[in-house]
């Protein structure tokens, strides 16, 4: 599933990274031309998502500045954003983002580069999946979410003259990571994780 996820993303000018760790995952981003600065925005109380929150450091280890966003003006043409995606969706090469709060929102709307970290375990055939779970997130109560979007590439508009032109509203580049073993994942044993891996 991953060759066509990253086949599909590739076709809508985004890029799909697989990492085995979030070792490898920090590598990526550390390493990527985005980060020239050393800065990365992320969203608020990230450092408490599990198991994503356990990037942080090995970022920091790295030399990079992580910033939480706020107001869309802190964000807004930041070099490079970080999120966490809830689905990666193999048909169309898409993300399925969904967040309770406008300054973890705007992370993936206003910096130019955004990488997008999931599970292998939240890899998908098809688009399908995405209706159940879009289903669950926006009933009312404890769980709903407020901001949900699937995104397949950077952002892109043709209203201009009628030319297709990139990162107009919204980011140049969309980076993907999809990791094998997060390292706080204790719902897969290491015979759960080796199969699943064979399949993709």
């Known amino acids: 599933m991953f060759a066509q996820f990253q086949s599909r993303l590739s076709a809508a000018g985004g890029v799909a990274h697989w990492a085995e760790d979030l070792a490898q995952a920090a590598e990526i ?6 980060l020239a600065e050393q800065r990365l925005i992320i969203p608020p109380a990230f450092a408490a998502c599990q198991p994503w929150g356990a990037l942080l450091p090995l970022l920091s280890a790295r ?3 992580l910033e939480e966003a706020t107001i869309p003006e802190r964000v807004a043409d930041a070099p490079a954003g970080l999120s966490c995606a809830s689905l990666a969706i193999a048909e169309t090469g898409s993300v399925f983002l969904a967040d309770n709060a406008l300054a973890a929102r705007i992370v993936g709307m206003l910096t130019l580069t955004h990488f997008v970290l999931v599970s292998a375990g939240q890899l998908v055939p098809l688009l399908d999946e995405a209706a159940t779970l879009l289903q669950t997130l926006t009933r009312p109560g404890p769980q709903q979410q407020h901001y949900i979007s699937l995104v397949t590439g950077p952002s892109r508009t043709a209203d201009i003259e ?3 032109t990139i990162g107009v509203q919204g980011p140049r580049a969309l980076c993907v ?5 997060p390292a706080s994942d204790p719902s897969l044993s290491r015979e759960e994780v080796k199969d699943r891996d064979n399949e993709l």
């Open 177 to 181: 990571i999809v990791v094998a073993t």
């Open 63 to 65: 030399g990079i500045r």
């Open 29 to 34: 981003i550390a390493t990527h031309p985005a």
């Open 162 to 164: 009628r030319t297709l």
